[in-house]
């Protein structure tokens, strides 16, 4: 690992433990054996760090999902492949803190948010497309005779969306595999509802 991904590595851990405001440059600099010199090479400030932070935990998994839209593959293919693909991320910030309670991961994102409006916004459209994600495979599921016609693809894609958000931050409180648990529990659940 080269300087700048140590940085960002450890300053993520010390933002998941104290927060933004209650880490300073000092403290990342002595995580991370660099020095002031070192630090300032890669980053101008504190928020810089932040923002790169942000950046490879959280909004480069936009990049990461895998929707899977093709006819001949089943509704419940389809979802199992958005859950995990949805998962993904978690699993790879519990393996990184060597844990699978997510209550500091999640602190981070709400604190990242109610800072910067700027990531509020970044926030809202991933989970505004994820939302949309399962939008389009209700609607091929529609077609496909897999749910009934008359479901409102759009609204159903927004109740299955917000139990998945929901279950992930009350579970997130917990443990990985519960959250794992509940949201493909949950999810099949309501399709059984509109099938």
């Not at 389809?78 to 602190?107: C, G, H, M, V, W």
Request: glycine residues 4%.
């Amino acid at each position: 690992m080269d300087t700048r991904d140590t940085i960002i590595q450890n300053s993520f851990i010390l933002f998941l433990k104290y927060g933004i405001k209650e880490v300073s440059i000092k403290e990342i600099i002595n995580a991370c054996g660099v020095s002031k010199g070192a630090f300032y090479h890669h980053f101008e400030s504190k928020e810089s760090v932040y923002m790169e932070v942000l950046n490879r935990f959280f909004f480069s998994y936009f990049k990461k999902q895998k929707v899977y839209y093709a006819k001949e593959v089943s509704l419940e293919e389809k979802l199992n492949r958005f859950i995990q693909s949805f998962l993904d991320p978690y699993e790879e910030i519990a393996k990184l803190l060597n844990t699978d309670q997510l209550t500091a991961y999640f602190r981070f994102l709400f604190q990242a948010s109610s800072t910067y409006d700027e990531v509020r916004k970044r926030i809202n459209k991933h989970f505004y497309r994820k939302g949309y994600y399962l939008y389009q495979i209700l609607e091929i599921a529609k077609e496909q005779g897999e749910i009934r016609a008359e479901v409102n693809s759009e609204a159903s894609a927004r109740h299955v969306f917000s139990m998945l958000i929901g279950v992930t931050i009350l579970d997130g409180i917990y443990t990985l595999e519960a959250m794992k648990e509940h949201i493909r529990l949950g999810i099949f659940n309501y399709i059984s509802l509109i099938k």
